[in-house]
């Protein structure tokens, strides 16, 4: 979602949430969870009709999905360590309820590339983020920002973790900063 760097040093960045986002994301969900509460309440107290009745619990079921959202962005802290002294990953997902912790640990070795994302969302709007790709198959989105922001920090990456960084987007492909040694 959004993220900022908390601690840069030669050997080890440790990214974590922004609050700012945080809140944001909140309020957001917040705001459609309302909205959809709303219109589903309306459609099954004042329609008669069965399909009408069925739409508005749907949209009751859909308001309380994202409530769960909300409450999900509101309520987990995620830390994100890159470490070349101890050669790892290491994602931590922290909630403000102890019960709910997950730690997951990466090996630079299982890092096969840094991919960065570019994703167009409109003519004036494009995210852009920084996914690992990991050998077992599965991908872990680490960092997402403006473009040069995001070029800057895989760079970074790059440095500490010997991994080359691909670009899928055919305007990048090729471009290279920096390589494996």
């Known amino acids: 979602m959004f993220y900022r760097i908390k601690e840069e040093t030669e050997d080890r960045i440790i ?3 922004s609050v700012a986002g945080k809140i944001y994301a909140g309020l957001f969900f917040s705001a459609l969870t309302l909205f959809f509460l709303y219109l589903g309440i309306y459609n099954v107290h004042n329609n008669s009709d069965i399909l009408s009745s069925i739409a508005g619990l749907f949209l009751i079921l859909l308001g309380a999905f994202y409530v769960l959202l909300g409450s999900f962005s509101l309520l987990i802290n995620s830390k994100v360590t890159i470490d070349k002294k101890l050669q790892r990953l290491i994602d931590e ?3 403000i309820i ?3 912790e997950s730690v997951k640990m990466s090996d630079f070795s299982d890092i096969k590339e840094i991919e960065i994302v570019r994703t ?8 852009w983020s ?3 790709n ?10 997402c920002g403006d473009e040069l922001n995001v ?5 970074k990456i790059c440095k500490l973790t010997d991994k080359n960084i691909s ?6 492909r090729g471009e290279k900063i920096c390589s494996s040694s």
Not at 120 to 127: L, N, P
Not at 134 to 143: A, H, L, T
């Open 120 to 127: 167009v969302q409109s003519e004036c709007a494009d995210t």
């Open 93 to 95: 997902r922290k909630s």
């Open 134 to 143: 990991i050998k077992s198959g599965g991908r872990e989105n680490i960092y």
């Open 151 to 155: 070029k800057k920090m895989a760079d």
């Open 98 to 100: 102890k019960h709910f």
């Open 15 to 17: 990214i974590v949430d």
């Open 130 to 132: 920084i996914d690992l």
């Open 167 to 172: 670009y899928p987007e055919k305007d990048y």
